[in-house]
């Protein structure tokens, strides 16, 4: 299901059926290093990956991870969307690429973007993002997006992290 349309991407809500996309970017160095182990070892932890995550996410706040596509070609690049954590007292959003497609603007065009969608469509006042503190990428995508650094949290899964937080007015 398509959700949103930028100049060069489509996001639309994961499925049971990007279990070998999901399976390839949760054991991307980058993501175990940033985001954490998930513990994705095949396809069929892929699958119960998206069950419990995005599409659990789906049913019970009508948000969640979206696959990011190229738009010329269909291609997967990678997620973004939100997230409703029991940790955080609003939702925060996230997002992570394949390694060949960094630095090319797709994580601004697309943080941008689901930033938006989640204040018009979802009606939130305001989203926070974590990020650890050395991963110097996400902290500028994050400041492009207007979110501003708010102060460093304790997170159980994780040690310390940055919150950053958005609040749209109006």
């Known amino acids: 299901m398509r959700v949103l349309e930028t100049e060069r991407l489509v996001l639309r809500r994961l499925t049971l059926d990007?279990?070998?996309?999901?399976?390839?970017?949760?054991?991307?160095?980058?993501?175990?290093?940033?985001?954490?182990?998930?513990?994705?070892r095949n396809l069929d932890d892929a699958r119960n990956y998206l069950r419990t995550g995005p599409l659990d996410m789906y049913q019970r706040f009508g948000f969640g991870m979206f696959l990011?596509?190229?738009?010329?070609?269909?291609?997967?690049?990678?997620?973004?969307?939100?997230?409703?954590r029991d940790t955080l007292p609003d939702p925060d959003i996230g997002y992570a690429f394949l390694p060949e497609?960094?630095?090319k603007g797709y994580a601004l065009e697309a943080a941008s973007a689901v930033l938006k969608y989640g204040h018009r469509e979802h009606r939130l006042p305001r989203i926070l993002a974590i990020t650890s503190p050395d991963n110097e990428r996400s902290i500028q995508v994050l400041q492009k997006c207007g979110m501003h650094f708010q102060r460093s949290i304790e997170m159980a899964e994780r040690d310390q992290v940055k919150l950053f937080a958005l609040e749209f007015v109006g």
């Open 18 to 40: 990007d279990a070998e996309f999901i399976f390839r970017l949760v054991n991307e160095p980058a993501w175990l290093r940033y985001i954490g182990d998930k513990h994705v």
């Open 68 to 84: 990011c596509e190229l738009k010329s070609t269909g291609e997967a690049i990678g997620a973004c969307g939100l997230l409703k």
């Open 101 to 103: 497609y960094w630095g």
